[in-house]
Structure formats: C-alpha cells, structure tokens
C-alpha cells in the first residue's frame, strides 16, 4: 500500500495520509447509459433503489480533533471506517474543516479524484505540484483535478503571500470529493469568483461535468453538479429532482419538505425523491450536489 509518498492505484487515501478504501472497479452507474435514472448492479442486473431521505445529524459524524484542526466528516475517512458509509451517489467525502492560523495540511498526494473546495470563513492557501497557488475565500469556487497524481498542500498562513502581519483567525471550509469518469487525464486546476451569482439567490451550480449547467468551474464526471445557495430567513429553493441528492448545511438551519429542521452540519441523502423544497429559518449556505449516477 502507497505511502504519503504515492497513491494505490484507483484508491482513496486521505489527507493525513492513511488509505480510506480501494475504490478499484468502482464506477459511475448510470441506468440506461445516459443522464437518468441510476441504479445499483446486482449480479449483472440494474436495480433502481427504492425512494428514501436519510438525514444525518451534525453529531453523528466522524470527528478528527487534533492541535491545529477540527474535522467532521460525512463519510469514512483516514482511519475512520464504516463499510456502510462510504458514499452517496457518487460523493466519497464530505469533510467539514476548521484550521487555526498559521497551521494546516503539508504536502500530500492525491490520484484520480476531483476534489472541490468552498470556503465559509477567513482565507486558505493552496499550492500544488503543477505550479498553481493561491488563495481561496468565500465564494471563490475552486477545483483541483488529481488525475495522474498531483501534490499539494493547504494552509492558513496567506499573511506569508502579501508580507501582511499574521492573522488571528481560522479557516471554516468544506472540501469535497467525487470520482472523475475517465481515470488517468492531466492534473488541472480552476477557480472563479462567483459571489455576484450567489447574492442573486437562489441555487448556483458552482461546479459541474453536466452539459446542462454553465457552472462557475468544471469536473470530470459528467453525472454530477454542485449548487450552492446563500439563504435568508423564509427564502425557499427546491433541491434538483435527481436520482441522487446529498443535501449539506454548513451554516444556519433550513426545513426540508417532509423531513423537518436540518441545523448546523446537518445532512440529507436523497435517493429516488428530489424536487423537495428547502426553506431557511434563519441565515444558512447550503451545498446541494446533483448526482444522476452512483459508485458500483
């Protein structure tokens, strides 16, 4: 098994260096061979999975808490592992991170994954072995394709690009993870600014391989979106009417129709039953990512 020095071939390895899960022959499954209904193979079969919307709460996730970082993830992750919560649709991480100043994730390896990152509060500096650096903040959609492998690192230390005085404050960001469709392309990097979207309202696609969307910034995998809303109180958005729906609210709180109050690192997994309305109750982000395929 590769070290932090490599990653395994079609494998997961996480951001402290430690291997997930293989994700060897795990492929996108799309009903029909288009944009559609996605189902699961079993023995050679395409079943559709039945309706279902399953909320996880905030606490209920995995939890990595050391010195310079709070991390809360969705999904197994490092040395967190449920073989029954690997994945949504084709969403493998959902991680929630918080990191102090001055501190954050040395250089570290990545292979065939498109990996998105969305900032909610202060800044984070990213450089990767491609020659790209910069620093990401809030509504500033940023992605970084691994492809045939890609160092990099992210930090809370941008006062060292500028030569300003040391900040004092923590970097709040999701980063998350889905399988590109085609293995073994070129690294790549995107980021745009898209705030002025956001403060329109409603749902924004921030990131997508869909032809339908002209999203701020592109992955490779052609079955998935994900839309982000900035929302006031009693604002509605309706979540995509899509196969697969994973629904997450970093901030603020929102009913969603039919399943109640989702607060703070609150999420839903909708399978077979989107087009639900989602209502803030009080200021809240949300992050909604479109899937019409899953891993089989």
């Known amino acids: 098994m590769a070290g932090r020095a490599g990653v395994?071939?079609?494998?997961?390895?996480?951001r402290i260096g430690v291997?997930?899960?293989s994700v060897v022959d795990r492929a996108a499954v799309p009903l029909g061979g288009g944009v559609g209904w996605a189902g699961v193979p079993v023995g050679g079969v395409v079943t559709v999975p039945a309706p279902s919307?399953?909320?996880r709460r905030a606490d209920d996730r995995f939890v990595t808490r050391i010195s310079w970082l709070d991390s809360k993830h969705s999904f197994s992750f490092s040395r967190h592992h449920d073989p029954a919560n690997t994945h949504h649709g084709l969403l493998l991480?959902?991680?929630d991170d918080v990191v102090r100043p001055g501190a954050g994730f040395e250089t570290h390896p990545h292979q065939d994954m498109e990996i998105v990152t969305w900032v909610l509060r202060g800044s984070l500096v990213h450089q990767d072995s491609t020659g790209h650096s910069g620093v990401i903040y809030p509504g500033l959609a940023q992605r970084m394709s691994a492809g045939t492998g890609i160092l990099h690192s992210e930090k809370n230390d941008s006062w060292r690009l500028d030569g300003r005085d040391p900040h004092t404050d923590p970097v709040?960001?999701?980063q998350m993870w889905v399988l590109p469709d085609e293995q073994g392309v070129a690294p790549g990097y995107e980021q745009l600014e898209i705030d002025d979207q956001l403060l329109r309202g409603g749902l924004v696609p921030i990131a997508s391989g869909m032809d339908r969307y002209a999203a701020a910034i592109r992955i490779r995998n052609r079955f998935a979106t994900l839309h982000a809303a900035r929302l006031g109180p009693g604002d509605q958005v309706t979540v995509p009417d899509a196969p697969f729906v994973h629904l997450y609210v970093p901030t603020g709180a929102v009913t969603l129709e039919g399943s109640g109050t989702l607060g703070a690192g609150d999420a839903a997994r909708l399978t077979m039953t989107g087009g639900r309305r989602v209502t803030a109750t009080e200021p809240a982000e949300i992050l909604v990512w479109e899937m019409h395929a899953t891993l089989a």
């Open 8 to 14: 395994p071939p079609g494998g997961v390895v996480g």
């Open 19 to 21: 291997p997930v899960e």
């Open 53 to 55: 919307v399953d909320v």
């Open 93 to 95: 991480v959902n991680n």
């Open 172 to 174: 709040h960001f999701v």
